[in-house]
């Protein structure tokens, strides 16, 4: 729920926010009390802005709808109904979440850019309802705050006052953002951000995930907005629904890192006091002048720090504060749980996926032609062909990622019930784990929590998450490199990591895709030991392999695949002699020679 106080980072932290709250209340001028309740507030939107634009990698550049909608709504209500702000601000709260679903839900199932495209194109038309809406909104001359002084309002002589509630809001939207980092939903939404179909894989619905992160985030931003607009005491709608404004909260989490949680609040307190001063010395120049303090400093940053403050000094930082002494005795470290020894064996009696009859075709090419293929309890069912024949289709099919034109594709699921599933995270949550040709690794994450990212499928305490991972990681031979950076793992690395996240979701039934490319014979021998362990402790596995020494050493059958269709199916020695099989290889010529 809260950060380990007693470790350097979390004390550091706590003693820099204890600074930066006291700095304004010893000063006590209205300069300082101004600069941060800028400050907090500034900071507190980037951070809100980066749980979707950062953690999701979901761009919004109308943000500032959110904070307008907050603004208006608690102005309105206490305007109108004698509502006080306090409870307008969760109004206001209400309206936005609703109004990102709205923007969200068809937006976020799209790839590409509709979710940035459509915040600002709602930013624009919400400025000029209001606009339009002149009777009660005060159209476009806005609408003045009545002076009531005192708590209920939310209105202050003393300045001080509203640099609590700044910093308390402030504080309130940086443990949301922290707890959602450290939580099951930061993984997924880093997950995500890097590999959507990777992420789909380990039972992530993502499309609901990337539509939470847009909710939680314009709520935050809401309220925010209440705040800041009872502060000013004047709401109107270009400032309030400002596409600069929206640009300036995403541009803070850019320059301080996108992504991470000190990012955005580095940014902010770095970037919005130069800004400020360079509007004071520019202002003479020209209206909006010290844009181009902003223009700079963003190139400046995406050429020398393309992954931001946090990204370029936060190792370093990290580094230093790993020196300081943790306070008091460290807690146990998650401990691995043990593999269970028990061999399971070859039981040709249980099928535990069957396919039938699977067409599917992609425009005129017709890339799987009628492929059957029952896999049994732990077996390993070898699947071959030449290039193009068909095999990676029928997989996608398999795992959901393809939807079949024709056919049926059963699992027998965790419960024992045979179950028809049409999305990969729904066969991943039924016991069905797969990897990808390409191995690739969520990269801003380490090894550790690219395998939790599969765990948390079966939990969402990250303690249990870790235990299981340790446990994968164990029989994946990854133990060495839990702390690495997963873009740093070798090619066989990368091939084994693909393996463990997908074991960490406990599958019954695994797909591996040629999970041997690139490897060299000594980590193809260990692949191969490491795959019959993974069918002994009671996975079936089916296994796309061009390395045919592999291939025959682990599959108790092979299939072969050409042409999209299934040329022949049987034990390994007696597919590869079959002249079918050469001939599909090597061609008739070779055949008849
Ligand atoms: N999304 C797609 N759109 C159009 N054609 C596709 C698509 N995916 C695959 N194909 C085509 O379908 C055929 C089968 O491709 P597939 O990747 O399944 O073969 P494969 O046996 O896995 O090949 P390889 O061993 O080279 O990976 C190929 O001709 C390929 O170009």
């Known amino acids: 729920m809260f950060p380990d106080f007693r470790s350097p980072k979390a004390y550091v932290s706590l003693i820099l926010l204890a600074v930066m709250f006291l700095v304004p209340v ?6 300082w009390t101004n600069l941060f309740v800028l400050l907090f507030v500034f ?18 550049l109308g943000h500032a709808v959110f904070y307008g909608i907050g603004g208006y709504t608690a102005v309105l209500l206490g305007a109108n109904f004698g509502i006080p702000p306090w409870i307008g601000m969760f109004a206001g709260a209400l309206v936005s979440g ?51 002084i005192g708590w209920t309002w939310m209105v202050f002589r003393q300045k001080i006052n509203y640099v609590i509630i700044a910093f308390g809001i402030f504080l309130v939207v940086l443990w949301v953002s922290w707890f959602i ?25 993502t499309a609901n995930m990337k539509i939470m992160a847009a909710v939680i985030s314009a709520m935050l931003t809401s309220i925010i907005g209440t705040f800041h607009i009872t502060y000013l005491t004047f709401v109107d709608p270009s400032s309030a629904f400002s596409l600069e404004l929206s ?15 000190a990012g955005p609040i580095a940014g902010t307190f770095l970037v919005l006091p130069i800004a400020e001063l360079a509007r004071g010395w520019l202002s003479a120049m020209g209206n909006g002048m010290h844009g181009l303090v902003y223009g ?6 995406v050429l020398v720090i393309p992954r931001g403050l946090a990204g370029a000094f936060g190792p370093m930082v990290e580094k230093l504060l790993n020196r300081l002494p943790y306070l008091g005795t460290r807690p146990a470290k998650a401990e691995a749980q043990d593999v269970s020894s028990e061999k399971h064996v070859l039981d040709r009696s249980t099928p535990v996926l069957k396919a039938e009859n699977l067409f599917k075709n992609f ?39 393809l939807a079949q034109d024709k056919g049926t594709i059963t699992l027998l699921d965790r419960s024992g019930t045979w179950v028809k599933c049409t999305t990969p995270n729904e066969l991943a949550h039924k016991g069905m784990g797969r990897t990808f040709q390409i191995a690739k690794p969520f990269t801003g994450l380490t090894v550790l929590e690219n395998i939790m990212l599969g765990a948390f499928i079966r939990t969402s305490s990250r303690d249990e998450a870790e235990r299981i991972a340790l446990r994968v990681a164990r029989q994946t031979d990854l133990e060495s490199a839990l702390g690495t950076e997963a873009r740093n793992l070798t090619v066989g690395g990368m ?32 692949a191969i030991q490491m795959i019959r362990r993974i069918r002994d402790s009671g996975v079936s596995i089916l296994l796309i392999e061009h390395m045919m020494q592999a291939t025959m050493a682990l599959s108790d059958r092979i299939i072969v695949i050409n042409e999209g269709a299934v040329l022949v199916s049987g034990p390994p020695q007696e597919v590869v002699e079959n002249p079918a099989v050469i001939e599909a290889y090597l061609g008739k010529d070779y055949n008849d020679a």
Request: aromatic fraction near 6%.
């Open 26 to 31: 010893v000063m006590g001028t209205s300069f």
């Open 43 to 60: 900071a507190a939107l980037s951070t809100a802005w980066n749980i979707v634009g950062g953690y999701a990698g979901q761009l919004s």
């Open 98 to 148: 609703l109004v990102a679903v709205v923007i969200s839900y068809p937006t976020l199932r799209l790839k590409g850019p509709f979710f940035a495209l459509s915040t600002i194109a709602i930013l624009e038309v919400v400025r000029l309802l209001v606009i339009h809406e002149e009777g009660w909104t005060g159209g476009s001359s806005g609408i003045s705050l009545p002076l009531n």
């Open 181 to 205: 980092r450290k939580s099951r939903m930061g993984h997924y939404l880093i997950a995500i951000r890097e590999r959507e179909d990777a992420a789909r894989a380990v039972g992530v619905h």
């Open 247 to 261: 640009i300036q909260i995403a541009m803070f989490a850019l320059i301080g890192g996108l992504g991470t949680v």
């Open 296 to 301: 700079v400093m963003l190139v400046v940053v």
């Open 363 to 401: 425009g005129g090419l017709r890339a799987t032609n009628d492929v059957s293929l029952t896999l049994y309890r732990n077996e390993i069912l070898g699947m071959i062909g030449p290039n193009g024949a068909g095999k990676t289709t029928v997989f996608n099919l398999l795992s959901g990622f």
């Open 495 to 526: 091939k084994r990591l693909e393996i463990a996240r997908a074991l960490a979701t406990d599958p019954k039934v695994l797909l591996l895709d040629e999970v041997m490319a690139g490897l060299n014979p000594t980590d193809i021998e260990k």
